[in-house]
């Protein structure tokens, strides 16, 4: 595989580079309450601007349909972004026009300028070639480091690249090189997955099947198998459209030796109380909310002997006290055994906040800023932002 990088580039000085980035972090109003994304995707700009690049930063933040909304503007991600670089940063409340065009004609090697929410633009979501043509013209050079938003076919990240020469991000080289290493993995493989929408990670669960020794489930995934299966699981949080899906997946397929599901978990029954049971225990009225302690010795136990692991999706709901401890206890499990031991990859926004609470985030090779385009990218499905960048 080869990665058309900026390094690659011969001619930074004076040029105009459209930098997609993914800086969608959470907001508690307009203070960021998680700047992991933002921090990852530094050294990007760094590289253009130091080299006397003009950057012109672009990110999507939320779901805001195509239209304005004040609560979704990227002014707070430009104000964190300039905080962090400790350099003034311009921020434009547009992503196209006029006003945007002279700006970008007036800046001087190695200034940055920061764009409103590309997902105000209608344009964006629908992969519109004009609104494409659009941003192309602000730039000579497109630039993705935004791995994370590279499965979707939208304008900033897919049709832009038909107007301008492309090149990967530092971001995105990183990510790219960290995840093929998954592809022939040294064995033991170990998957962990959780999360609740089977959909999202069926294809992933079929393209490692045969190279995993073990697939580990837990959160509302694992409720989706087991409602399968024909266990109870009570009132517990599952995806009601999965049982064509898990059946296609499961055709011919030892389950009872790679694929495995909790033992017991921990449940809140109808007055409240919160338990252990067996999984053969698990009433109607019962709600699972993490796995038990035997399903994290399991777990835990096939983690300590794996060469490579995989994580991606919490075990349970462990933005709750009482429900954390299956996350956590194997988020430790995975950052002991990696870097060395084994190699470690962990995805997905979530897990990257489960695994910050372990405190361990350090010890594990690569957390990937991406959730969905790393379970696209492993499950060989179409990654869109990546044509023209990787051959």
């Known amino acids: 595989m080869k990665i058309h990088s900026i390094n690659h580039l011969k001619k930074i ?8 980035v993914d800086f969608n972090v959470p907001l508690d109003g307009k203070r960021i309450k998680d700047d992991y994304k933002i921090a990852s995707g530094l050294e990007t700009i760094k590289y253009l601007s130091a080299k006397g690049g003009k950057v012109i930063v672009l990110t999507h933040l939320g779901d805001p349909a195509g239209k304005v909304k004040l609560a979704l503007s990227a002014a707070p991600l430009a104000n964190r972004l300039a905080t962090l670089l400790k350099i003034k940063i311009k921020f434009i409340s547009i992503t196209v026009g ?18 409103e ?5 209608p344009g964006e979501l629908k992969n519109d070639k004009a609104f494409a043509k659009n941003l192309a013209s602000l730039a000579d050079v497109y630039v993705n480091d935004a791995f994370a938003v590279s499965h979707r076919p939208q304008a900033s990240v897919d049709a832009i690249k038909n107007y301008l020469p492309a090149y990967a991000g530092l971001l995105l080289e990183q990510e790219l090189k960290a995840l093929n290493k998954i592809v022939k993995p040294k064995k033991p493989l170990v998957v962990m997955m959780g999360g609740a929408k089977i959909e999202t990670k069926a294809a992933l669960i079929a393209n490692l099947y045969s190279s995993a020794s073990h697939i580990l ?7 989706n198998f087991l409602n399968y299966k024909k266990f109870e699981i009570g009132k517990s949080l599952f995806d009601a459209g999965s049982l064509p899906v898990i059946k296609k997946l499961l055709v011919g397929r030892a389950t009872d030796k790679k694929i495995l599901f909790p033992v017991d978990v921990i449940i809140k029954n109808r007055s409240g109380r919160i338990f252990s049971k067996k999984i053969t225990e698990v009433s109607k009225s019962d709600i699972i909310f993490d796995i038990g302690p035997e399903t994290i010795s399991l777990y835990a136990k096939y983690i300590k002997n794996a060469n490579t692991i995989i994580w991606n999706g919490p075990m349970g709901k462990f933005e709750e006290v009482h429900f954390k401890n299956g996350t956590i ?31 361990m985030m350090e010890h594990v090779d690569w957390i990937s800023t991406a959730g969905g385009a790393m379970l696209s990218y492993l499950g060989k499905a179409p990654m869109p932002g990546l044509k023209k960048i990787v051959s």
């Open 98 to 115: 006029e006003k945007v065009e002279a700006a970008i004609s007036q800046m001087k090697p190695g200034e940055i300028i920061f764009l």
């Open 117 to 121: 929410n590309v997902r105000f633009n």
């Open 329 to 359: 206890s194997l988020a430790r499990v995975v950052a002991a055994r990696s870097r060395g031991r084994a190699y470690g990859v962990v995805g997905g926004g979530e897990t990257v906040e489960a695994l910050k609470m372990s405190k």
């Open 13 to 20: 000085k004076d040029q105009r580079f459209l930098v997609r």
């Open 217 to 223: 489930l837990g959160g509302g995934l694992a409720n």
